[in-house]
T-cell receptor, first 110, second 115 residues
Framework: KQEVTQIPAALSVPEGENLVLNCSFT??????LQWFRQDPGKGLTSLLL?????REQTSGRLNASLDKSSGRSTLYIAASQPGDSATYLC?????????FGTGTRLQVFP | EAGVTQFPSHSVIEKGQTVTLRCDPI?????LYWYRRVMGKEIKFLLH????????ESGMPNNRFLAERTGGTYSTLKVQPAELEDSGVYFC?????????????FGQGTRLTVV
């Protein structure tokens, strides 16, 4: 049974810091891994999708890496801003559904 | 292009009542998913439609939950009768292809509170 873990559960940093959020999964036979952002009371916004054959994806200040063999992904946020404050979720797919971690709650203060 | 929309955004009902949640996927997306997050837990899969057919309903908690997608467009999720443990946020997602191949887009969720 696939299990997804995210560390840390919560993170509070000053503006401008570079951040690394971690995601690990127990079954390496995945099709893809997706990072989402959730703002309070809002839905999930897709940030990056990494296919199983890829090693990383980049979008603006975000970079996500995937090491399928070791069951790990990291989301790197460069030069963090208060607007980055949200809960970040990773989800893996090894069938036609997503399996989510519990998320990392990020707060970036000015 | 409109995103995935869900109605209502919030619902408060009494135990034993019936509630129906609605999801309108992105136009052209054949794949529609329902997920749920209960307090303090991770988001969990409920079921998957491909057009109007149920592809996988292995995550449905019990027979009090009924999902439909008539005509392969919008979907409804009915809870009858609602129990206290059904409280949580219900998310709908859609994708052009299966989740294993394509990006999934989520709605804002329906927060259900059963009192």
């Amino acid at each position: 049974k696939q299990e997804v873990t995210q560390i840390p559960a919560a993170l509070s940093v000053p503006e401008g810091e570079n951040l690394v959020l971690n995601c690990s999964f127990t079954d390496s036979a995945i099709y893809n891994l997706q990072w989402f952002r959730q703002d309070p009371g809002k839905g999930l916004t897709s940030l990056l999708l990494i296919q199983s054959s890829q090693r990383e994806q980049t979008s603006g200040r975000l970079n996500a890496s995937l090491d399928k063999s070791s069951g790990r992904s990291t989301l790197y946020i460069a030069a963090s801003q208060p607007g980055d404050s949200a809960t970040y979720l990773c989800a893996v797919s090894n069938t036609d559904k997503l399996i989510f971690g519990t998320g990392t709650r990020l707060q970036v203060f000015p | 292009e409109a995103g995935v929309t869900q109605f209502p955004s919030h619902s408060v009902i009494e135990k034993g009542q019936t509630v129906t949640l609605r999801c309108d996927p992105i136009s052209g997306h054949d794949n529609l998913y329902w997920y749920r997050r209960v307090m303090g837990k991770e988001i969990k899969f409920l079921l998957h439609f491909v057009k109007e057919s149920k592809q996988d309903e292995s995550g449905m908690p019990n027979n009090r939950f009924l999902a439909e997608r008539t005509g392969g467009t919008y979907s409804t999720l009915k809870v009858q009768p609602a129990e206290l443990e059904d409280s949580g946020v219900y998310f709908c997602a859609s994708s052009r292809g299966p989740a294993g191949n394509t990006e999934a887009f989520f709605g804002q969720g329906t927060r259900l509170t059963v009192v």
